[in-house]
Every structure is written in structure tokens, then in C-alpha cells.
């Protein structure tokens, strides 16, 4: 008996549907997948769950020896979420009206056949409201998101296109106006890093700076997405970079603008195109050339050829924006992008002391930059969050000061705005922090950060159903990059719907991908797992905690983020039933 497939449908008809994806065109450019895909479907239909492990698959599938090691090779994990990607592209586009959903649900390598289900659109009371999230997810543990699936939320949220949510911080009700995430009729655009044709070290700054400034102002246009600066060196540092097609099949990306660089005396001349990535096409390029003096010109004059190209429409004030340099230090952007990155993961004490003196640096190299103090800011407040600081009160205060130091030098620089509000929700002050993120989100409404501080303010604050969309739309802005926490906060927030095997899902895909690890993440991965009755995983997760961080205050982090006093109990019992020690 095949305990996974659908009542409804006979082996038969589920490799008829088998068949009609392998033969759609995103499967056929991709035998590896689709050989991936018949082994897993055909194992899953022949009851042989055996055959469904990482060992089994690498020796079948990509010819690997007995000698292979999970450990350290990693490319059924791999190919795996390359899988879940593009089937989710196919149900997207060729199978959009396919009857019988074929997923691989994360956590394991079995497949999960489905009904098409019809999203009714919401309306109506509150409670149906703060349900919808959870009604589009599926059974068994939760992917990833795509940007079909991010689109779906917005579709489900347009019917109320404002939502007043109550908020719990403390004893004082706080209430948000969140307008939907809507992303599908949106250009998403990847910038791509610069080539130089020469190697001096000024060039290259240059050209990287430029692709941050680029992004930046990007991210200041609500008619478009456009991927993080992290996710795109990500993409590009693989062994196996990121082609046109699949930044198009595995994130969604419509186009990509590509370019050189070279110096002639004091002059910059850019050439860049903007590449459909649907077939590869160059849909525009253009030489641009500008003084050393003026090169943060460019940015303004390529935002606004890109959008009159893609017919996006400037709302009021953001054309102004464009025009916002913020800083002409290209050293300044870099030394301000490079803290950043140093500061993941945030448990490390050393990778936190390091990245300030990334920032110290900015601010001395560029005094006219806002970007020193924000990140001064957020290096203060993630020490607090993640409890290792004696004075987190004290952390906290320094991040708050830092980041309304960065608003006074530069009101317009939006992630100043963000962090302030990331030190205010940690602080307890939800109504001040939810203000400051939709300052933030109204300056810089496709930032990726800004939405992921907004989702974190919303579970913090006891609305995990609204806190969703929110870090969705963070992971789709960047998907790649695994260092930040995104991931993590969102299956905490599954946790806290009630989502455990979204939960343990996500937290797992986190773990998989390099994400933030300790006990921060075990202790929900444990809980996840005991409330699912996987009790002996749970032990065994349990046990790590307390061989590997005896230390670590789990009650206080637990009752940090979940709000619910019912949940918590319940949370905290079955733990100690398990063995955890909680005091």
C-alpha cells in the first residue's frame, strides 16, 4: 500500500501526470532532475521507502560508489531543492492546470501526491483573515517558498488590501495597516556584479559599490523586485554558478542586468544590458560614461532607463528618491556590505567584534555615510538577540541610539530606518518598531531586510499569521544567501501557528543550507518534533542541546517568541517530558 498517494487516482493516472511533467519543456532541459524525480516517484509508488535515502539515491541516480558520505557530499540535498524549485516552476507555468500535484516535501525524499486544490478568495471575518496562510500550506513538511507560492499569499490577502492586525507587546494593544504582498505582475530583476577590465584594487571597489548603490535604488521602487546583493555573490560563488535559466526556474527572476567597466584617466564608461530570462534576450544596452567625480550618476541614470524599458511606473516621491546618493564612497558601500556579511552567523562574539571595526572603518573612510552607524546598530542589537551579552538592556539601548544617529545624518537612507525598528521590537517598544519598519518599508519598499524586521516585529508581538507573507517575501528578495537568519525566524514562526511541520521543515532546509546553527534552532527543531510525535528524534536533538550548550538560557529564549501563555506551557512540558532541563 502506497500511503502517501491520493485516494483518488490509480498508479496509472499518476504516472500519466509523471509523464507530463518529464516531457514539459523546464524538465527536458534538465535530465539529471528528471531522472531524480522518476526514481523518487517510482520508488514512492512501489512502497520502497527504503530506497528513498540519501545513500540509495546517490548510488542509483548520480552513479555515486558505496564509499558515498551524506556528510560531506551533498548532492542529493542539493539536487533535491533544485527539484522542489523546479517543480514548483512547472505547476507555475506548464502544469498550472494539471489535476494531480507531484511534490517532495522537505525532510525527506518520499513523493506527495495532491489534489489541485481552489483557493477561495478572503473575505469576511478576521479569524478566516489570520487563517489564510495556513489553509495554501500542504501536507508534510513545509518547501521553501517560491514566488508562485508568495504570490499566492498576496492574492489571498487583495481581497482585504488593508488589515488592521492586534499586536501583544506587553499589555498594550498595538495595531499595523498592512497593505498585501503582491509580487507576480512585478519585474523581478537580478543586478549582476560589474566585470572590470582591469583588476586595480579602485576598480574593482568601484564597480562593487556601484552594484550595491544599483540595488539599492532598485529596492526603492515598489514596481519592482530585485534580488539581494548577498544572495546574487552567493549565486556566483558556487562551484556551479547560476545560469539565466536558473535564476528564472528556481527564484522567479524575469531579467537580469549585466555589464563592464573600465577606466580611461578619470573617466568610468559602463556598458551594461538588460536581459529578458525567459529566452535569454537582450532586450536593451547602453554605453554610459561619467567623470570619476560624478560616477554615482549612473545608478539614477540606469533606475530610470530600466524602468522606462520595463514600463514600470514611478509612484510620487520615489523618482526624488533615485536621485539620493547617500554616499559617493564606493570604499564606504563596500566596507558597509562587508560588516554585514561578517556578522552572520550572529552567535559567534568574534564575527560580531570584527564587523564593528568593518563599520568603524566605513565611518572613517566615509563620515558622510549612514551606513556606519546602521550597522554599528545592528551589530548591538543582535548580540542582545541572540543572548550573548551580559547587558542586553544596555545592547539595546546603544542599537537604538546608533540607528536614529544614522536617520539624523541621512533620513532617507531606508535600512537605517529598519535597524532602528529591529532594536525597538527587541526592546519591547512594538509600536515604535512597527513605525520605524514602515518608514523604512515606504523608503525602500522591495528591501529585503525591512520586510524580514517587519515579519520578525509580528511574531515577536503575537501574530504569527501575519508575520508569514512578510518573511516569505524576505526569503523571495533572497533566496540564495544563508547566513541570515530569515529562515530560522520563519520556522519559529510556523512553530508559533501551529505550523510544526512547516516548522521543522524550515528549520531543517535552514540547517541544510548552511543556515545559523545552536540551540537557539534546536530547541524549536526538539519541540517541533515532539509535537509531532517524533519523540526519538527529539531526544536526540535534546541531547545535543545539553552536551553542546549547557549554558544557554532555553526558557527565556522560549518565552521570547512564544507569546501564546497556552502554547508556552504546553511547549515547556512535553521538552521537560523529554528530558530537557528548562531551569
Known sequence: MVAVAIQEHSDSELEAQLQRILAAECFQSAPQLSALLSYLVERTLAGQFADLKAAPI????????????AQTDTIVRVEAGRLRRRLAEYYREEGEADPVVIDIPKGGYRAVFSQRQTVEPVTGSRELQESAPAQKRTQGRR???????VGVIGLLLVATWVLLYTLHAGNDPVAIALEPVVTDSKPYIVVMPIATASMDEQSVRLAAGLVEALITNFSKISGLSVMAHASVLDAQDRQSPYSIQDFRSEFGVTHLLRGTMERQGDDVLLYVQLVDAKNAKVLWAERLSRHLDQVHDLREALATSITTELAVQLQPGEQTRLSQHHSASA??????????????PPRDLARIQAARQLFDRAL???PDFAGGYTGLSFSHSTRALFMNSDDPAGELAQAVELANRAIAQDPDFGAG???????????????AALDSVATALDIQ?????ARFVLGMSLTLSGQPAAAIPQLEEALRLDPVESRRPYLNVLGITYYTAADYSGALGTLEDSYERGGPQGPHMDVFIAAAMAQLGEE???RAVIARIHKNYPDFPLRAWLERW?????????TIAKLQSLGLNLE
Open 536 to 538: 526519538d528524534s527529539a
Open 364 to 366: 572613517e573612510v566615509a
Open 331 to 344: 570604499e564606504g558601500w563596500l566596507l558597509y556590505r562587508q560588516g554585514l556579511i561578517t556578522i552572520m
Open 417 to 431: 530606518h529598519a535597524m532602528l525598528a529591529f532594536a525597538q521590537v527587541l526592546a519591547g517598544d512594538s509600536q
Open 143 to 149: 518547501q521553501y517558498p517560491s514566488a508562485g507560492i
Open 445 to 449: 519598499p522591495g528591501d529585503d531586510f
Open 58 to 69: 546517490a548510488q542509483t541516480v548520480f552513479k555515486r560508489d558505496e564509499s558515498f558520505d
Open 562 to 570: 512564544v507569546i501564546d501563555p497556552k502554547q508556552l506551557s504546553m
